[in-house]
């Protein structure tokens, strides 16, 4: 038998004599081409008859190399072919695993322990009880400061430059997920860390992943030597980050101190989760100070109070622990219906609208009654208490609600209501979460001391959100129904809505009675002898002419509902599928 070379080169080494017994599998020449050396086998057992080429001699692919003579049938020859040790270790792979261990949470276990004293989690621990599978990007990057440390030193105290990131699988579903690692360098962000940001970014965007952030961290790093930065001002994650609002769900969380340039990023995200001990602000103490306004201690800059209160947290929670359980229920609003569900007895919403038209009640009794048992999760709740936000299911499917809640201000729209309700109504239109709206308001908020918060924009606001949602929308009028801001509850119109029904409690007018009966019958309430008799008369009668059942007898409702039949009415006015959204940004 004939072994040939199987490409052209030059022969480095023959591995046989002639006459030597040679098993299948045994190494008979090498040949080096292109700077790779190739060993050529020797195809079945044989006797080395004839050595056609020697050390040096360039061959061409198929040239001969070694003749084999057959093996006498007496000789026993056993293959060359090694059973191989799946437990053993080279080398080069032994010094890879050994500098990635360098990075893990035991191999720093001060650092790791500073960590828990000050009662946080470490951001490995977070990922991992966040994700149920992870794989991390870039776990050997670290700080770009090889000009004023040592590589040891940076291995041991820099790993992954301070940012834990990677593909991780939550409840079946693939995300980016990134944690910027407080116990490297405070979290900031360094020239590796934002390399690692944008290349997962890119992910994300390319692959329409769902991002998950946790954002604890003093903002830039000033610190690092080994790249030619003058300002920095040309890094892309922040544009990258703004990218994707819109195209995939964002899910930021704060822990601790958040300043800068890590705020900034967590202030991109759909929804903010933060912890009791949360600081977040778009400059730290430093920057503060350096700005000339003054030293503060950081717990004084946005701490969790203020921020919940002017609407920059969504979701306030105790810690990280109850973070990153929110951070999955939230995401999976996203996930499509769930397969298994119950609901409260219906018949309770019977009741829910007080009798007396004129006493406040529990909206969100109505929402949590009306939703799937257990699935509301109320949004920014702190803020802009007129409007109740929630991502809710029915039979399973999630959607949106708002709700004016009729315990603050009678219900009216105020600025902050207005931009909170805005801000969510664009929320489900990205992400392709019909939207059911549970209408009981005297209209939008006005006077001297409302103008002042620039109603006009904020309220117009709601019209141009309204007349551009490409989600379905049903509405329900709980009880009242008044002007402009009952139009903007609808989308802009009781029929730019899917379905829009009244509870028997419902009232709608083009403004609230009171106002309507004073307006229209000024002259005759100034020349009645009694003008308070006949105001209460006049708004009885107006009472009367706005009830739903009125209403819907000229067709301006498209029904009048027992409250029981709520879901009912949800269910069938919204079609099977929705499209995503086409407003690109939230």
Known sequence: MSVLSPLRGTVVSVEVAQGDLVRQGAPIAIVESMKMEHVVEAPQAGIVGRVAVGPGDTVAEG????????????????????EIDLESVRPDLASVMERHAKGLDQARPEAVRRRHASGHRTAR??????????????????AAQRQRRTLEDLIERTPADGLVCGL???????????????????????????????????LAHRRRLPVVLFAEGGGGRPGDTDTS????????????????????????????????????????????IATRNSTIGMGGPAMIEGGGLGVHAPEEIGPIKVQTANGVVDLPVEDEAEAVAVARRYLSYFHGPAGEWACADQRLLRHVVPENRVRPYDVR?????????????????????????????????????????????????DRDAAEKMARFLRLCDAHALPVVSLCDTPGFMVGPEAERTATVRHFSHLFVVGANLSVPLV?????????????????????????????PTGEIGGMGLEGAVRLGYRKELEAAEDPDALFEQMVAAAYEHGKA??????????????????????TAALPAEVRRGGRPWI
């Not at 057959?70 to 090694?82: I, L, N, Q, R, Y």
């Not at 800068?260 to 759909?270: H, P, S």
């Not at 509405?475 to 009244?502: C, D, E, I």
């Open 63 to 82: 040239a001969l190399l070694v003749h084999l003579d057959p093996v006498p049938a007496a000789a026993e020859v056993v293959s060359e072919a090694a």
């Open 125 to 142: 621990e977070n990922i991992d009880d966040l994700c149920d599978s992870f794989v991390e990007y870039g776990p050997l990057a670290i």
């Open 168 to 202: 991780g699988e939550i409840d079946g579903v693939r995300c980016v997920v990134m944690s910027y690692d407080y116990t490297v360098l405070a979290g900031t962000q360094g020239y590796q860390n934002h390399r690692k940001t944008d290349r997962m970014l890119d």
């Open 229 to 272: 930065v003058v300002s920095g001002l040309d890094v892309m994650s922040f544009h990258a980050m703004g990218r994707l609002s819109g195209r995939v769900p964002l899910v930021g969380i704060a822990s601790g101190r958040c300043f800068a340039g890590n705020a900034a990023l967590l202030g991109c995200c759909d929804v903010i």
């Open 365 to 413: 009794q109505a929402v949590e009654t009306l939703a799937d048992t257990g699935s509301v999760l109320e949004l920014r709740r702190a803020y802009g208490a007129g409007i109740v936000t929630a991502l809710v299911r029915i039979e399973g499917r999630p959607m949106g609600l708002i709700a004016n809640n009729p315990a603050h201000l009678g219900g009216a729209i």
């Open 475 to 503: 509405t329900v009028v709980l009880r009242k129904g008044y002007g402009l801001g009952a139009q903007a509850m609808a989308g802009g119109s009781f029929k730019a809505s899917m379905a829009t029904v009244a509870w």
């Open 549 to 570: 059942v009125n209403a819907a007898s000229v067709f301006e409702l498209d029904d009048v509902i027992d409250p029981a039949d709520t879901r009912r009415w949800i």
